[in-house]
């Protein structure tokens, strides 16, 4: 029998996260590729689906970097190994908090680093995402 090469983690159903919208669609918060961990976008949404920081880009910073941080270590990874972050939020100046933020979680990681401002996220009170590419050490 052939073994899995890659993990699904935590996995749901959209018709849960975006009761407002829709939408039936089967996805995960990360997945364990090889020696590879990509986590999907995290907000300022903890597990049990509260938002944390309605209004606060800085705060809902914080919830999704606690999502991350336990994202990778389920997968068998930590915030230290990130080798990628793609950083998305709704207003230019949500950049100073979001990344004062997120920086404090990185200190000493140096990954590479993408950011970008869009018009909106999936609902309208996030107002940040990040989602990240991490390595298990061998």
């Not at 990344?99 to 590479?112: A, H, S, T």
């Not at 309208?124 to 050490?137: G, T």
């Amino acid at each position: 029998m052939n073994t899995p090469t890659h993990q699904r983690i935590r996995m749901f159903n959209t018709r849960q996260t975006y009761p407002n919208q829709n939408l039936d669609n089967d996805l995960c918060q990360a997945v364990r590729a090889g020696n590879t961990v990509y986590v999907r976008g995290q907000i300022g949404t903890d597990f049990e689906g509260n938002l944390i920081g309605l209004g606060d880009p800085r705060a809902q910073a914080e919830q999704a970097m606690r999502n991350v941080k336990q994202l990778l270590e389920e997968a068998g990874s930590d915030l230290s190994h990130i080798v990628k972050t793609t950083t998305y939020l709704t207003d230019p100046r949500y950049r100073e908090p979001v990344y004062q933020e997120v920086g404090k979680w990185l200190k000493g990681v140096f990954p590479i680093s993408t950011g970008l401002v869009i018009s909106g996220l999936g609902q309208p009170e996030w107002l940040m995402e990040i989602d990240v590419i991490a390595v298990i050490p061998d």
